[in-house]
């Protein structure tokens, strides 16, 4: 039997990269698939197919996932098409780098509003469906710069570290009730975001990974297929660095 057979998962911002490798990975271990994402494009539509052809059930939801209203009308939509939501994803997110001095206020709303806003609107909105089926896991995106910081991303390094906080503080709320939640703390991981970044800053990077490469969206989502599985049926409130020890 696969290890997410009958289960259904909800990934936010899955159109692409992390996302939308998690989302295959589920699948090709039995889990039927709910998408969300600002637009459901070309790129969207595409991933539903590929995840069809795996023999799961998948659909995509557009969905700002940084209001409240919109998120609760599309899980009760996702209920009606599904009936479960077993696991969450909260992998929606984006970056507006600048040093602090030149940060705006709208750079920062933006960044704390889609990264950290998100996960609460989500997991806020799931949670009621996973206490009534004493059963859930809630896996939360955030990074290593969410432990470590990083100069140029004060934003999105609070965003992140924010993440890691409301991991903890959720994991002790339903604990007894049978819903784990966890997070992920990917390191230099080559998606389209970090593709658009300057060779010379992509060696440096390399160069403080102690295995000397950056990490692909299937070694984080190996990671989030084990969280969301019953292998760590006994894991909860912890930060998972997928990093290649970066950060140690």
Not at 47 to 68: F, H
Not at 90 to 110: C, F, H, P, V, Y
Request: overall charge neutral.
């Amino acid at each position: 039997m696969k290890l997410l057979e009958g289960k259904t998962a909800v990934i936010t911002g899955a159109a692409r990269g992390i996302g939308s490798a998690i989302a295959l990975k589920y699948a090709s271990e039995g889990a039927n698939i709910a998408v969300t994402d600002l637009v459901i494009n070309e790129v969207a539509e595409a991933l539903i197919k590929d995840l069809e052809a795996m023999g799961v059930k998948a659909k995509a939801y557009v969905s700002d996932a940084s209001k409240y209203g919109q998120t609760e009308e599309v899980v009760k939509q996702i209920m009606e098409d599904f009936g479960q939501i077993d696991i969450l994803v909260n992998n929606a997110g984006i970056t507006k780098d600048t040093l602090l001095m030149r940060m705006s206020e709208d750079q920062w709303d933006a960044v704390i509003t889609v990264n950290l806003k998100s996960v609460f609107n989500f997991t806020k909105a799931v949670q009621p469906v996973m206490l009534k089926q004493r059963s859930g896991s809630i896996i939360n995106m955030s990074s290593v710069v969410g432990v470590s910081g990083n100069a140029g991303q004060s934003n999105y390094s609070a965003s992140k570290a924010g993440m890691i906080g409301f991991t903890k503080s959720i994991s002790k709320e339903v604990g007894s009730r049978g819903i784990r939640c966890n997070a992920i703390a990917p390191g230099f991981i080559e998606t389209e975001m970090t593709a658009k970044l300057p060779e010379d800053v992509k060696k440096v990077w390399v160069q403080q990974i102690p295995l000397r490469r950056g990490g692909s969206p299937e070694d984080v989502a190996n990671t989030a297929l084990f969280l969301a599985s019953d292998l760590s049926s006994y894991v909860t409130g912890q930060v998972v660095h997928v990093c290649g020890g970066m950060n140690t």
